[in-house]
């Protein structure tokens, strides 16, 4: 696995307003709170961790959004907003466990689920060489 954790934000947003999406700009936001709060967190080095956040296609999982999903815990959020970054951050790089009161559950991978990365490739954003953290762990 080439990164230690990994954050898959939902970028999709729909031309048609009646269906709910989670959107492009709410994406950026998250993605850019969930970096800054990994520099934040693991500030100071002791071992390093390679954490990605990114920004992907739709999770399907519309009508819960915004999405986010962690790897490798498989863990997924819903209604996930800029402030609660470094709460899940801290929780994922910590000891794992999620913030139940953001949680969604989702079908795990050995079930008929489709990786985000999978789902539409044409869709999914390619990394760019700022894209990755290299972040400490304590
Ligand atoms: S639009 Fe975000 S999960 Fe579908």
Redesign the pocket.
Known sequence: MKYDKHFFV?Q???SDPSK???GKEQAQMMVQALRDSVRAIHSEPTASIRVRAQACA?????A????LVVYPEGVWYGGVQPADAHEIVEAHLGDGSPVRRLQIHRPQANDSMVHPIQANDSMVHRPQANDSIEATKQ
């Open positions: 939902c999709n947003e729909r709910k999406s989670c739709c999770l399907d999982a519309c819960d959004g915004p999405t």
